[in-house]
């Protein structure tokens, strides 16, 4: 069940059909309160290795926080399931229950353990600074949705400081992206600086998540998200087919 032994491949895809809406939609919303954390080495911080575990639907839904750093290796401190503000680090103030904070440009991978497929249709999500100047898009979260070895990716923007010079959690609804239904869904960060933004290089690429509604369709239509090099090989053989 563990997800974490492959590295993000941040592929763009196509989007050709839309996720139908039916009739007996399931919907759950993860909290964190509480949270399993028997798969964890070093409760509440977590590392890369762990795994924990929340309900949704009814279900089982295994979270696997972990590093895509080229030196990343297991044990490497990714994040803690935490209440409050940090001790060294600028979280979020305004949410008083747990959230999960990823640290060091680290990725939360997360679906169902029996396979069972979900959409994310919204969730709560701030920017982590490390006490350095805050620019008024600090970072900007990024979702991978992977199914059936295609995958489809989202980016939103991270508020800034607010007025008091605070970070505060604020809710994204994810739009298309939460059309459709995923397998296995991935969150990581690009954090900006200079009028660039970069993910996995920087160890500041830092974010908190909480509150995620996740939603699945009975009998939702095909996901389908095909690369360039599928519709090229449609393309072909179109054309073959026509030759003949």
């Not at 006490?131 to 970072?139: F, I």
Request: net charge negative.
């Amino acid at each position: 069940m563990k997800k974490v032994g492959i590295r993000l491949a941040l592929a763009a895809a196509t989007l050709l059909t839309s996720l139908g809406v039916q009739a007996g939609v399931l919907r759950s919303t993860v909290t964190f309160d509480p949270v399993d954390t028997s798969g964890l080495f070093f409760p509440p911080a977590l590392v890369y290795g762990d795994e924990f575990y929340q309900s949704a639907f009814g279900r089982t839904m295994w979270f696997d926080p972990a590093s895509n750093s080229p030196t990343g290796q297991f044990g490497d401190l990714v994040g803690a399931i935490q209440t409050g503000p940090c001790a060294d680090l600028v979280c979020p103030v305004n949410n008083a229950t747990n959230y999960v904070s990823l640290v060091n440009d680290a990725f939360l991978a997360f679906g169902m353990a029996d396979g069972f497929t979900f959409s994310v249709k919204s969730l709560d999500a701030s920017f982590i600074g490390t006490g350095d100047p805050v620019a008024a898009t600090p970072a900007y979260l990024a979702l991978q949705g992977v199914r059936g070895g295609q995958s489809l990716t989202a980016y939103y923007a991270l508020t800034g400081l607010d007025g008091n010079g605070n970070l505060n959690f604020s809710t994204i609804n994810t739009g298309v992206f939460g059309d459709y239904e995923f397998d296995t869904v991935y969150a990581f960060a690009y954090v900006c600086k200079d009028s660039s933004c970069q993910a996995f290089s920087t160890n500041q690429a830092q974010f908190a998540l909480d509150n995620i509604n996740v939603e699945h369709v009975p009998e939702p239509a095909s996901l389908a998200l095909v690369g360039m090099a599928g519709l090229a090989w449609m393309g072909a053989r179109r054309r073959r087919a026509t030759a003949a």
